[in-house]
Structure formats: C-alpha cells, structure tokens
C-alpha cells in the first residue's frame, strides 16, 4: 500500500486506538497500522523519549 505524495500528516480518527497519530503517521508514509504501533510500543521499552514525542505529536497533529 502506498500513499499519494502529498496527503498532509493528519491523525487518523476512525481507525486509532488512543490518538490516532499512529495510524496517521502509516497512512501518511503507506505502513502498516499495526506494524508501526507495534513498533512504537516495543521502542517504550528502550530508553528515550517516545512517549513524549507521541503526545507532542497527539496536540500538535490535526485531526482528519
């Protein structure tokens, strides 16, 4: 699946599970939904700042 190049980020409102900046973010770059939130919860567990990062990106990504 690929997305077109120039659909804007925009959280995804039918198809998230907390925030929708997941979903948004993979269908913005044409991932996998489920494959980048699994990613995202495995990197919880390394030191950094994701959580941060996905809350940021939570106020600051619109909503489609």
């Known amino acids: ?6 659909l804007p ?8 599970m907390i ?5 948004g973010i993979a269908r ?9 939130r699994l990613a995202f919860v495995v990197s919880c567990v390394l030191p950094g700042p994701q959580f941060i990062a996905y809350i940021v990106l939570w ?4 909503a489609d």
């Open 1 to 6: 699946m690929t997305a077109p190049a120039n």
């Open 9 to 16: 980020l925009r959280r995804d409102s039918r198809n998230k």
């Open 19 to 23: 925030g929708g900046v997941c979903a």
């Open 28 to 36: 913005r770059y044409g991932l996998s939904r489920n494959g980048l």
């Open 59 to 62: 106020v600051l990504v619109p």
